[in-house]
């Protein structure tokens, strides 16, 4: 008799659950640590600008924000500082970027389904900013903001006051992704991994999109094609597990950020 081939199980990898708090606030540091550490590889940090955020999950009227000042790629957990939404540092020893607490106070609070808002100034995000456009469906990775990106449409320099962040907050809605016109892209996500995927596909989309642009005119999926595929790789799911091969990697190469 012929052997019938055996079937093999495949493990999917999963969102993964927590014993207690501590532990969860201990995973998204470590993974928010891990984002800043892939930005500065990617080339999305400048100078002191730039900021990703992670809510509490304790304290939900807390997040935990960079130390201003501090180059994305030295960042580890324990450098994190925790900031409420008055402003006040609760834990670290480090001042908090203005324009942080501005936009991602307001973000936390206009959107409690969010855990984590990613905001620095990429170079093609800031190139693709300045044409007050959002991005078109040209590629399935552009797909993934299909009817689900905003856009601020004006430039009121740099967000320092209370009032500007509530009105990224309201621009946004219940979109991932917004489009800050003259000033880069922001991310939002319910995982930090999802909010970091974002940020990173939207960046390349961006890049894609000038240089098509720049070679001619490029042709535009359909709809009905746009939203299939939107619902392959734009969920929240597909955001957190696309993340993943990234977070090990950079963990593999960089292990002190986890400390």
Not at 237 to 253: H, K, N, T
């Amino acid at each position: 008799m012929a052997e019938t081939a055996t079937r093999r199980e495949f493990v999917i990898p999963q969102m993964p659950s927590f014993e207690s708090v501590e532990d969860e606030r201990t995973h998204r540091k470590q993974r928010l640590a891990a984002a800043f550490r892939l930005f500065a590889l990617f080339g999305f940090d400048e100078g002191v600008a730039g900021h990703i955020t992670a809510r509490d999950p304790e304290y939900p009227d807390r997040f935990w924000v960079n130390p201003f000042g501090v180059y994305f790629g030295h960042i580890k957990a324990s450098d994190l500082i925790c900031v409420d939404h008055s402003g006040n540092v609760v834990e670290g020893d480090r001042p908090v970027n203005a324009a942080a607490f501005t936009i991602h106070s307001q973000l936390h609070a206009a959107r409690p389904d969010v855990v984590a808002a990613a905001q620095t100034h990429s170079p093609a995000g800031k190139s693709w900013s300045s044409l007050g456009r959002p991005l078109d469906a040209i590629t399935p990775h552009a797909c993934a903001f299909f009817e689900d990106q905003a856009l601020l449409d004006d430039y009121t320099g740099v967000v320092i006051d209370i009032e500007e962040g509530r009105r990224i907050g309201r621009t946004l809605g219940p979109h991932k992704a917004i489009i800050l016109r003259n000033h880069g892209l922001l991310t939002v996500g319910k995982t930090v991994d999802e909010a970091a995927w974002w940020f990173i596909t939207m960046e390349r989309s961006c890049q894609a999109q000038l240089a098509a642009e720049a070679a001619g005119t490029p042709v535009i999926i359909d709809e009905d094609n746009a939203m299939s595929t939107y619902n392959v790789v734009g969920t929240s799911i597909a955001g957190w597990f696309s993340f993943q091969p990234l977070y090990e990697r950079i963990v593999r190469d960089q292990p002190d950020l986890l400390d």
